[in-house]
């Protein structure tokens, strides 16, 4: 059963997790509740993740805090706010590298600190991107020059561009993880 927060479907999601396509589902309704999820998830077992290696750790934290940055906490219940913010400081103190980064940027934001407010805001914009920014090499408009929104590939709704010229520019490399997405 894929239930805890350590899971096949999760470890694939952490792997994709900064591709427009997931950051696209994160702003569906069908992507809405992921975080909240993640983070009961990983409240429930947390005292089961204390028992994990740093590499899981790792892991289901670089989940967490990528979801967290990009959907925010508002949604997280304050039961699992209030399991998760000392496990974290535990996990951050027990663990080296990746574990205890992520343990940061997880009560950085759990605790809406002022200090990494100004950083995380700029790691979600270079996330987010792809969908708000012309993909063609070294653009970076963010309209078109009439005014107008930017241009979605009309295949995968994923990347934008400010002109045919730019999109025809991109398609090459585009063309490689281009394909339809439903939600």
């Known amino acids: 059963m894929c239930t805890g927060p350590i899971n096949p479907p999760m470890t694939l999601l952490n792997v994709i997790s900064y591709t427009s396509y997931f950051i696209r589902f994160l702003k569906t309704p069908e992507g809405y509740d992921i975080t909240t999820l993640q983070a009961h998830r990983t409240a429930q077992e947390a005292e089961y993740m204390s028992m994990l290696n740093a590499t899981e750790v790792g892991e289901a934290g670089q989940f967490l805090s990528t979801l967290l940055l990009l959907q925010g906490a508002a949604a997280v219940a304050d039961e699992d706010r209030n399991i998760l913010i000392p496990k974290l400081r535990q996990w951050q103190r027990s663990f080296n590298g990746l574990a205890s980064d992520v343990s940061e940027r997880c009560l950085a934001i759990l605790t809406d600190d002022p200090n990494m407010r100004s950083m995380m805001s700029s790691v979600k914009s270079m996330i987010e991107r792809k969908l708000v920014q012309c993909n063609g090499p070294g653009c970076s408009l963010r309209l078109r020059s009439t005014g107008a929104d930017l241009l979605q590939c009309a295949r995968c709704k994923s990347v934008v ?23």
Do not use: M, S
């Not at 730019?166 to 394909?179: E, I, L, M, N, S």
């Open 161 to 183: 561009y400010c002109g045919p010229e730019h999109q025809r520019v991109d398609w090459p490399t585009h063309k490689a993880v281009c394909f339809p997405t439903t939600y």
